[in-house]
């Protein structure tokens, strides 16, 4: 099957030449000249080199120039150009809560695992908030939907987003990207790559976003939200043989940006409604916010008085891959370290009182060593196995201040260790012409231990240092059968078995019970899915999915002294099922365009939970059947994209607008929480000489100025939201030789 489809994230100005790119990447290769065909795409999700459209596997791929073109520089973003994907700001906060196909976990600390695994040249990144940096020189991303884990070092349920930078290369090369765009925001790209002896290469890139802020202080008119954030990447690829290839990956960042802030979705009566207490009205402009310190917090966490919600953020880490060809088989083995310092401030309050004022210190550190063998001779036989060692450590200091609400604050400092290794292989079988049979198993053991876990409010010591630990050895897998009884036609079904790890609740509070491990979750998914090529200029894929689980992983509570008090806790069993439908059609080799329609469903099958709402109601614990209820999550999502190609005396020019739609997402805290569907649309128009090397491109990001909440949540007696930028238009400048 040599055409691979697209999904309708993909921006389709990488299938045109207007892009001012001198040579093509894998990721874009094969567009035939003036032919009204779709383009191959390479791509590496089982371990090796083969067409998207090959793979039986539910995947979408955004090339390194649909990243630029939808203004894509960090993960969370992906969720607009991706099928069935949503990544939430906890809280508003700088942790990432990832959902796909409707399989998430919400959680604004630090040590748990995530459901969505989240690699960069092949590194895992198992601490959520170690994804928040920027992404950039990059070739393409992969999103792999459903349980992932006999072919990746970590084991995930809901799936793997693979991030590919560019690599060094054999001929000179340099380029630079400038973007400069509404609310004075800046964003600069750059590279140079080359050969720097006969068998050594390098590639260096740069980047930085400055700017930007679209908010304000309701009370001072100050504006917050400024982007202060820098990363750069080197690279030297070695060939130390005829057989042996070397890869030192150096990288490292800093973040010093304010916070987007939050905005009140109701009025808030400060000071708890008691004496002196202040009515601030509910925000009509999603761009009005407001922040405070207590003088207390700020000598705490070393910020001054007038300090705006914001993090100082630095990491660092390094790679090396190693690939070693023998006769048959390849060896390839990788070697990591990484490293985060987190210091951020967030005001989940929105306002001048001392409600909710967080704070989040935290040293995170990872190594990892991956070791594998693929065989490599041609056959009916392909197979891939290999072992991956993991070790984790965070330190992590907590804070948050109640004062004018409680008249408390709250501290919680620990150490998490996380060591896990397992092995892992997958094998295909070529049973005839028509039909291969995929099987693969994984068998990990991971231990979790969470040390000198205390927790103190206002100075008093609530619960005194305690160390829990916890435990999974899973057997997961996947038995797959391919059907291609053409080649247009790739028939797949699929089942998989997923484990995400158990942790710890490491919020304030002073019970022993509630820091006591959750269990690990299983799930058991079943797909059958299709890829077609009904023409050179058409193709269509689709799939449907059931999601049975076991021990899912919910944010509840426990109700506390003060009331309810988040929790995480394991849902007996839980199910989820949908289906997507994507295409892409080329009617015209100037005209492109592409679609995708997903829907999922979810429910509790059987779960006995505490009602928050009505607890905090009451005054007292209230606890509810929830088995038949929806689990949460946006039913529907849709999308699309349209680039049309045309030359005017000796320029190129290329009209492209995409758009997507996200449905309702509910709340688990109830309606008044729920975020409302939205619909966002993007356009851009590009001039390039038809013999250049330097492009143009005006821009307008949500086209339509469209309201819309990325979350909705409320903490202590606030009900905040972060809302989503406003339309934004500006210029972007491109040069590569």
């Known amino acids: 099957m040599r055409h691979v489809f697209l999904t309708a994230s993909v921006s389709l100005l990488a299938l045109s030449a207007s892009t001012g790119a001198t040579a093509q990447s894998p990721s874009t290769a094969g567009v035939e000249p003036g032919a009204s065909t779709v383009s191959d795409v390479i791509v590496t999700a089982q371990r090796r080199e083969q067409a998207a459209q090959d793979v039986g596997i539910a995947l979408s791929v955004l090339s390194g120039a649909d990243l630029t073109d939808r203004g894509i520089t960090n993960i969370n973003a992906l969720q607009t150009a991706t099928p069935n994907l949503e990544i939430e700001p906890a809280f508003g906060g700088g942790a990432a809560q990832f959902r796909l196909r409707g399989v998430g ?4 600390a630090s040590n748990n695992s995530p459901t969505v695994g989240v690699y960069v040249n092949e590194v895992a990144y198992p601490v959520p908030v170690m994804t928040q940096g920027l992404i950039f020189d990059i070739d393409r991303v992969e999103v792999l939907r459903g349980p992932q884990g006999t072919l ?41 790559s080359g050969p720097l002896g006969d068998r050594l290469q390098g590639r260096l890139a740069v980047t930085t976003e400055q700017g930007g802020a679209w908010q304000y202080n309701r009370d001072t008119g100050e ?6 954030r820098s990363a750069v990447r080197g690279l030297l690829a070695y060939q130390a043989g005829d057989r042996l290839d070397l890869t030192l990956d150096l990288h490292a960042g800093v973040d010093r940006s304010e916070n987007q802030a939050l905005y009140l979705l109701n009025p808030l009566v400060t000071r708890g409604g008691g004496a002196g207490s202040v009515t601030i009205p509910a925000d009509r402009d999603h761009a009005a916010t407001g922040w405070g310190l207590s003088p207390r917090f700020a000598a705490e966490i070393g910020r001054s008085l007038d300090a705006r919600p914001g993090r100082d953020n630095s990491s660092w880490g390094s790679s090396i891959r190693a690939v070693l060809e023998l006769d048959g088989v390849s060896l390839t083995g990788i070697t990591s370290y990484e490293t985060l310092d987190r210091s951020e401030y967030g005001d989940w309050d929105s306002s001048a009182s001392v409600e909710a004022d967080t704070f989040f210190g935290s040293d995170v550190k990872v190594f990892s060593q991956e070791m594998r063998l693929a065989s490599d001779a041609a056959g009916p036989l392909s197979w891939v196995a290999g072992v991956y ?10 804070s948050s201040d109640f004062i004018d609400i409680y008249g408390t604050y709250g501290q919680v400092t620990y150490r998490q260790q996380v060591e896990s290794i397992s092995a892992f292989g997958q094998a295909e079988y070529q049973l005839s012409d028509t039909v291969k049979l995929i099987g693969g198993l994984r068998y990990e053991d991971e ?23 916890t435990r999974m050895t899973p057997l997961t897998g996947k038995v797959a059968l391919e059907y291609a009884p053409s080649h247009d036609l790739l028939i797949y079904g699929s089942f998989s078995r997923g484990a995400k790890s158990g942790g710890f609740t490491t919020y304030n509070t002073g019970q022993s019970s509630a820091i006591q491990p959750f269990r690990p979750e299983i799930l058991l998914a079943y797909e059958l899915g299709f890829k077609a090529d009904p023409s050179r200029s058409l193709q269509i894929n689709g799939a449907a999915y059931l999601y049975d689980y076991t021990d899912q992983q919910v944010l509840s509570a426990v109700y506390g002294a003060n009331g ?29 365009i592409s679609q995708s329609l997903s829907y999922k469903h979810g429910e509790y099958t059987d779960f006995f939970d505490l009602d928050v709402p009505a607890s905090r109601t009451a005054g007292t614990a209230v606890y509810v059947d929830k088995s038949g209820r929806d689990i949460p999550f946006p039913a529907v999502s849709y999308g699309g994209a349209a680039a049309y190609d045309w030359g005017v005396e000796g320029f190129d020019l290329t009209a492209e607008a995409n758009y997507s739609y996200r449905d309702d997402y509910p709340s688990w805290l109830g309606v008044r929480y729920d ?3 939205y619909w966002l649309a993007n356009a851009s128009l590009t001039v390039s000489p038809a013999v250049g090397r330097w492009s143009v491109t005006g821009f307008v990001r949500n086209l339509f100025d469209q309201e819309y909440d990325l979350t909705r949540n409320f903490f202590t007696s606030a009900d905040i939201a972060q809302p989503g930028r406003p339309r934004t238009y500006g210029i972007r400048l491109g040069y590569q030789y």
């Open 105 to 108: 976990f919400q959680d604004y």
């Open 152 to 192: 990746y070092g970590r084991n995930t349920t809901g799936g793997a987003i693979s991030v590919v930078t560019r690599q060094p290369t054999a001929v000179p090369a340099l380029g630079m990207t400038a973007e400069y765009s509404r609310f004075d925001a800046l964003r600069v790209e750059g590279f140079v």
């Open 223 to 228: 504006s917050i939200g400024d982007a202060n």
């Open 389 to 398: 060692y993991s070790k984790q450590d965070l330190d992590e200091r907590y």
């Open 447 to 469: 231990s979790r231990d969470l040390q000198g876990f205390g927790a103190a409010f206002g100075g008093a010591v609530a619960l005194p240092p305690t160390s829990v630990s």
């Open 564 to 592: 309810p008090v988040g929790l995480f806790v394991n849902v007996p069993a839980s199910r989820i099922y949908g289906a997507e439908i994507e295409g892409v059609w080329r009617p015209l080799p100037n005209l492109r």
């Open 675 to 677: 975020v409302p569907a």
